[in-house]
């Protein structure tokens, strides 16, 4: 035959332009999306302090800051309920946030970041805020 050395060539060529082809298209991929919640809008937010006060969140709120609501608690995996600045100026309107500590539930308000800077109110679970949660 004493064609294998040519196959075994050109097969070493493809491999290394397949590579060259992963490379240049791996920066045109999705960064990967995990620890975060798309809201329905499609802004993805992650976690950027894990604790703020009720009055900061007031405060936050006050100056426009949307909020969002994870009654459950599970750092939304099943969603968070998302309120409308209607809805969030009626909190603002209630005062501040009532963080309702009880025996095994969580209670906590922590702030979010989206990819594009914007900030995120979010009460996890057992917070009293207006009528709206809790
Ligand atoms: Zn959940």
Redo the contacts with the bound molecule.
Sequence with gaps: MGHTGDVSKRERGQSFSEIVAGVRERPSQPEPRTGGVADPTGTYWRRSKAEISPSHALDLASAGTAVAW??????????FTWFTPDEVAHLVQSGPPVVRHKKGRLANISEWSSEDGRRLVVAESEVRWGDLLA
Excluded: E
């Design positions: 994870d009654a459950c608690g599970c750092g939304g995996d099943c969603g």
